[in-house]
């Protein structure tokens, strides 16, 4: 399975951005799909998650201003970010989880992407 995530880039705060993530191989549209981030210097977090059924979770960072949603016929999941904000700069990876729901838990995911890169300027 290969995840590819593109969709990042240089923008300035308060601008919007979505990001994609495209799975190909053997894989299951019916398994959560994951967004995490890592900027640098720092661990890699949480952003949020959609569960096989299209249920989402977010960091409390992220609630209200990010949005994932997910087209399983295309294995694909989307992270759209509005109202960014310079701490949201980071290296964002999607990732496919082992089972229709996931957790926040990063050992819940068993495929990750090679991450794209979001910067945002103030």
């Known amino acids: 399975v290969q995840l590819q995530a593109s969709g990042g880039g240089l923008v300035q705060a308060g601008d919007s951005l979505r990001l994609t993530c495209t799975a190909s191989g053997r894989t299951s549209s019916n398994n959560a799909m994951g967004w995490f981030r890592q900027a640098p210097g720092k661990e890699r977090e949480f952003v949020g998650r959609i569960n096989w059924n299209g249920g989402t979770s977010y960091a409390d960072s992220v609630k209200g201003r990010f949005t994932i949603s997910r087209d399983r016929a295309k294995s694909t999941a989307y992270l759209q970010m509005n109202s960014l904000r310079p701490e949201d700069t980071a290296v964002y990876y999607c990732?496919?989880?082992?089972?229709?729901?996931?957790?926040?838990?990063?050992?819940?995911?068993?495929?990750w992407g090679q991450g794209t890169l979001v910067t945002v300027s103030s």
């Open positions: 990732a496919v989880g082992f089972r229709p729901y996931s957790s926040s838990g990063s050992l819940d995911y068993r495929y």
